[in-house]
């Protein structure tokens, strides 16, 4: 398992959890999509693959936002379903 990390100012290495951007953060949101929506995971289940898929550690409320933040395929699914 890979844990994506990065050095802070105080020169230790921290995993990136809340403070992704760009490239990353839309592959921890796509990838949260795709579980929650696509695989019907909840949103702890799909915080605890992220960490083990894509060593990207989120917490549940983060997985809440990232998956609020945009309207995927799925989600639309349902949408239109309900
Ligand atoms: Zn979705």
Not at 1 to 19: A, F, Q, S, T
Not at 56 to 82: E, L, N
């Amino acid at each position: 398992m890979v844990i994506v990390v990065e050095r802070r100012r105080d020169g230790k290495l921290h995993p990136v959890g809340g403070r992704l951007r760009g490239v990353e953060w839309n592959r921890a949101v796509n990838l949260a999509h795709q579980l929650h929506c696509r695989d019907g995971l909840s949103y702890r289940k799909t915080a605890a693959a992220m960490l083990e898929n894509l060593g990207i550690r989120r917490s549940v409320g983060q997985v809440f936002a990232d998956i609020a933040s945009f309207t995927c395929d799925y989600c639309r699914q349902d949408a239109a379903d309900g």
